[in-house]
């Protein structure tokens, strides 16, 4: 083990910066040479597959850090290499025979496969959660925008007009009344077609470029400028990555419109043989992010959405200057 362990940091492993996806990578490589064992005495292939569920608490940490399946894979290919060579010498040591050695080395390579297979699904299982997770918060989201922001709004405007018919007075209390209730029935519209805009984006029936020029058409831009810079195919990008690439990419428009009090707004979006690079900068009053937290549920729902397709999505922010949100994400066939 601890020759795996070493090989797993001389190659810079993401799975031995931390310990208990160290230790997880460990246990699983002990319970494949104890198959090996078991297959030594009866001679023959012999899988236990009764500690495989073990294998889901790496796939719950696989998520939480931001990992993929390929970054097991690639550590079960380090273990077999470096099991493989310590096997057969120890076997060759105690004059094994050849085909007992063949049968140990089959029981390795296909114990570390099936354990990559497995992990591999409970990782899509805990993706989905975690996507699940994404959606049920978005959906709690736009349902307080309804109640906070609509609801209120025409509870509000409701009370103006019944005032200004139920008391009577001057012409003029009148007009005030009946002013009022339309400036905030002017914003109430406006906070619903921002709910409109929110759902528009939920699910997009077109490419990744023409549903941006609809999101950037009913987002309601007020005096911001948003320029769109769009080069490749985004038909190449399989359905499930364009959905997720969209939505990110809304999400940092939506923020630099709502928060960033910036002249301009700049999507770059190019769809490259292998990859989909994107950035959304904006010129405005930018944000700190030291404090724990900055930035809160949305760059934390972009992130994760990166993640989930094997990607990332990082924010430079600085004072005073502006927003950079650059995304990538690797692409790969359905």
């Known amino acids: 083990m601890g020759n795996y362990a070493a090989e797993l940091e001389r190659t810079a492993s993401p799975l031995a910066r931390d310990t208990g996806l160290l230790n997880g990578c460990l246990t699983q490589a002990e319970y494949v040479l104890d198959d090996c ?7 023959e292939v012999h899988l236990d597959v009764t500690n495989l569920p073990r294998v889901d608490l790496m796939a719950d940490k696989f998520v939480t850090h ?7 894979l690639e550590a079960s290919h380090v273990f077999v290499e470096v099991a493989s060579v310590e096997v057969q010498r120890v076997l060759l040591d105690t004059a ?12 390795l390579v296909r114990g570390a496969a099936r354990r990559t297979r497995f992990l591999a ?16 918060l978005e959906r709690r989201s736009l349902a307080r925008d309804v109640h906070d922001g609509i609801g209120n709004g025409l509870t509000l405007a409701l009370r103006l007009v019944d ?23 002017l914003d109430t519209l406006s906070q619903a077609q921002e709910v409109i805009c929110q759902l528009r984006r939920q699910d997009p029936a077109l490419g990744i470029f023409e549903a941006l020029r609809m999101f950037r058409d009913h987002a309601g831009c007020g005096t911001t400028a948003v320029d769109l810079r769009l080069s490749g195919d985004d038909w190449r990008v399989p359905d499930t990555s364009r959905k997720e690439i969209y939505l990110i990419l809304c999400e940092a428009l939506r923020n630099a419109l709502a928060h960033a009090e910036a002249e301009r707004v700049t999507v770059t979006v190019t769809v490259a043989d292998t990859e989909v690079v994107a950035e959304v900068a904006d010129d405005g009053c930018g944000f700190d992010l030291t404090p724990p937290g900055a930035g809160g549920y949305g760059l934390r729902s972009m992130s994760d959405r990166a993640a989930l397709l094997g990607g990332t999505c990082r924010v430079f922010s600085e004072v005073g200057v502006g927003t950079r949100v650059r995304l990538g994400v690797p692409l790969r066939g359905e």
């Not at 064992?37 to 001679?43: F, K, N, P, Q, S």
Request: proline share 5%.
């Open 37 to 43: 064992v078991r297959a030594l005495r009866t001679g």
């Open 66 to 72: 931001q990992l993929q399946p390929g970054d097991y």
């Open 96 to 107: 094994c025979p050849a085909d007992l050695r063949e049968v140990a080395t089959r029981t």
């Open 121 to 136: 699904g409970f990782y899509d299982a805990a993706s989905l959660d975690t996507i699940d997770e994404i959606r049920l």
């Open 163 to 185: 005032g200004a018919l139920g008391r009577g007075g001057e012409p003029a209390e009148l007009a005030s009344r009946l002013r009022r209730a339309r400036q905030v029935l």
